[in-house]
């Protein structure tokens, strides 16, 4: 079946209704084969690997303690790789400098927060949890319904990305896949929890950066491109055949793109709203050894800053460079704005230079990193469900089972309310390019109340309450009026215009700002950080192995320590400090003298361009696929005793370590995102 196109924003130039279709370079069977059974397959092993864990290590996914939270970390979500290749073609070599310097800069700050949330509530599972704690039943209430929001339309981002680019590689309907990707997510996640996912978070990440670091050799032994300084010329001749109106001389080969600096701006803030507003995010910091939140975060950021940034960069400048060749999918036509707003053109670049096997690497990649991110959304919301609904306001004498039980409701609630809410989406025309500009509008308003909330003891409850409310209206009137003001009509093309986006996350972001500093100085208060630690949120431990007891118990003796604590506060001004230094590093100091500047890239500045992100790519693949094994290899010998002797390990496996195991350094990903 050939690829369907509907008239949609999200792109620069307004949309074709009807254009000719490429034919999909793989069957629908390979499609389903990819979807459904490597899904099942993947599915089976982890649980198989979490059973494993629990006999040989003591990790029950049966507690709710270690369905929710675990020891590992992870980041990468399809969006990256689809969304940079996508505003590379668009805007030239800015698009995805700016699209991986909105990721970084969040990514680093989120370990301030977490190490914040460790000191304060050490008991914590969500975000929403500590809103509670410190405002009451009102804001518990607008900050799930924010955090659901921001759950929704980020797996909606996601969800339309994979499903359009299946579609697009195989001919598979749009709404099978829509329905089918979730199916393996909220299989393993139901049984194995949080550990499931980092388990499958770490496997699709390395697959992912393998393929990646292969593209990165593969564009270079194609004739028709065979050289960085031919690539160059490509690039140039694109430039001259189709000079983009808002970069300096038209070219794609420049930082001083009007169209690719609003990006940035807009990228950043959706960003911070997307994490921040995501609970998954600190439930995976709340799982991860305080010891390693900050180095995984930092480290984790910075890696993961060349994924999009080098693939978007060598890949969006392949399809440019060779969609007046015949190898490429559209020739002898230029890709519509419906086909890049719908993320196609990493696809189309990977089959210009592999054929039916970069189609095939680019089917596994999307499919791996939408499931994977997936199964994190899943359990967040389910989360939420079990914690923030039913445990609190439903039945607050839950036992263990109670909230495991509605756990597994939650993940199979979300993952089929998710595609069904994708599909509504995609029947009113909206695709990934719409809601990677939008989603700003919705996820940025809680920003700084939910930030405040952990770092400023002032803010009042009836400033944690308005101002993100008020925030959200803002948004929204100035979105649409925007669209209205400079389009005539607010409709899903105007919507999906750069610059109502850019206004619209704009004012979400920043208008709560001065909304809770003048209503909390209204009626100054002070908030003890210490009523945080009177409530009890972890359950009473039954456990018959002794093995996640004595986990527990160290825990709380640790937390209970004055030197630990200390600790904690050491690593919040070392968070503090990479924080401040990734942005100013990543989005002041690097692009904007560059931008400023007005400079053409040269032949020998870009072929250094790209060889350093190049260079970068292969380091995270180093960071995010090799580390973890060699630093989690306590665990992997507590295994294998365990299976040799058959008795499980006693008491914690990092004790048996110098260094407590970190897969926060898996890079992954949400491809996050990113939005």
Not at 62 to 89: H, P
Not at 328 to 346: A, C, D, I, Q, W
């Amino acid at each position: 079946m050939a690829l369907e196109i509907r008239a949609s924003g999200g792109g620069a130039t307004t949309p074709e209704v009807t254009e000719p279709v490429v034919q999909p370079p793989l069957s629908q069977a390979v499609g389903y084969i990819v979807v459904i059974v490597l899904g099942l397959i993947i599915a089976f092993v982890m649980i198989f690997v979490t059973k494993l864990m629990k006999r040989t290590v003591g990790e029950d996914n049966a507690k709710t303690e270690m369905f929710m939270t675990a020891n590992r970390s992870s980041w990468l979500w399809s969006t990256a790789m689809l969304g940079s290749t996508f505003v590379g073609y668009v805007y030239g070599v800015s698009g995805p400098f700016w699209f991986a310097a909105g990721c970084s800069p969040m990514i680093v700050f989120f370990a301030l927060l977490g190490i914040s949330c460790k000191l304060k509530i050490p008991e914590a599972h969500t975000l929403l949890e500590i809103v509670r704690i410190r405002y009451g039943t009102t804001a518990h209430f607008v900050y799930m319904f924010l955090c659901l929001v921001n759950n929704l339309f980020a797996v909606s981002n996601m969800l339309l990305g994979a499903s359009a680019a299946i579609t697009a590689l195989t001919g598979m309907h749009i709404i099978a896949a829509t329905f089918l990707l979730p199916i393996g997510v909220v299989l393993y996640t139901f049984v194995g929890g949080i550990k499931a996912t980092f388990l499958t978070d770490y496997f699709h990440t390395f697959v992912i950066l393998i393929i990646c670091c292969f593209f990165t050799i593969k564009a270079f032994t194609v004739p028709e491109i065979g050289s960085l300084g031919n690539l160059y010329d490509l690039l140039a001749a694109a430039s001259e055949r189709h000079p983009v109106a808002e970069n300096h001389a038209g070219s794609y080969l420049t930082m001083t793109s009007k169209g690719g600096i609003l990006f940035g701006i807009l990228h950043i803030c959706a960003n911070f709203g997307l994490v921040i507003m995501d609970t998954s995010f600190f439930v995976k910091s709340f799982s991860a050894a305080p010891q390693a939140v900050v180095p995984g975060y930092v480290i984790g950021g910075i890696a993961y800053f060349a994924i999009p940034w080098g693939l978007g960069t060598l890949m969006s400048s392949v399809a440019l460079g060779l969609e007046t060749n015949p190898i490429f999918p559209t020739y002898p036509r230029r890709m519509t704005s419906v086909e890049v707003s719908n993320g196609l053109v990493l696809p189309y670049a990977a089959i210009a230079l592999a054929g039916p096997g970069g189609a095939a690497a680019i089917l596994i990649i999307t499919f791996m990193a939408v499931t994977s991110t997936l199964s994190a959304q899943v359990i967040a919301v389910s989360s939420i469900i079990s914690f923030d609904m039913y445990r609190t306001y439903w039945n607050k004498r839950a036992t263990d089972a109670d909230v495991i039980r509605w756990s597994h409701y939650g993940v199979v609630f979300f993952g089929f309310f998710a595609a069904a809410f994708s599909t509504m989406l995609n029947y009113v025309g909206i695709n990934l390019g719409w809601t990677l500009y939008m989603l700003g509008v919705l996820t940025c308003p809680g920003i700084f109340p939910t930030a405040f909330t952990i770092l400023w003891k002032r803010q009042t409850k009836a400033a944690a309450i308005i101002s993100p409310l008020l925030g959200m209206a803002t948004g929204l009137a100035v979105w649409l009026g925007s669209a209205n003001a400079l389009y005539g009509a607010v409709s899903v093309a105007t919507t999906g215009e750069l610059l109502p986006c850019v206004y619209g996350t704009v004012a979400s972001a920043f208008s709560p700002l001065p909304y809770t500093l003048l209503i909390s100085l209204y009626k100054p208060t002070s908030f003890d950080w210490a009523d945080f630690r009177k409530e009890k949120l972890a359950f009473d431990i039954d456990d018959t192995s002794g093995i996640n007891s004595t986990i527990v118990e160290k825990q709380v003796n640790e937390e209970n320590d004055p030197e630990y604590r200390k600790n904690l506060k050491r690593w919040t001004y070392i968070a503090a400090y990479w924080s401040l230094a990734t942005f100013l590093g990543h989005w002041v100091l690097w692009p904007l003298p560059i931008y400023a500047s007005k400079y053409i890239f040269s032949k020998a500045f870009f072929s250094a361009w790209l060889v350093i992100a190049i260079i970068w790519l292969w380091i995270t693949l180093f960071i995010g696929g090799f580390y973890p094994i060699i630093d989690g290899r306590a665990q992997f010998v507590a295994i294998y005793r365990a299976l040799k002797t058959g008795k499980a390990a006693h008491g914690p496996v990092e004790e048996q370590s110098t260094r407590k195991s970190s897969d926060e350094l898996t890079v992954t990903p949400p491809l996050k995102s990113d939005a």
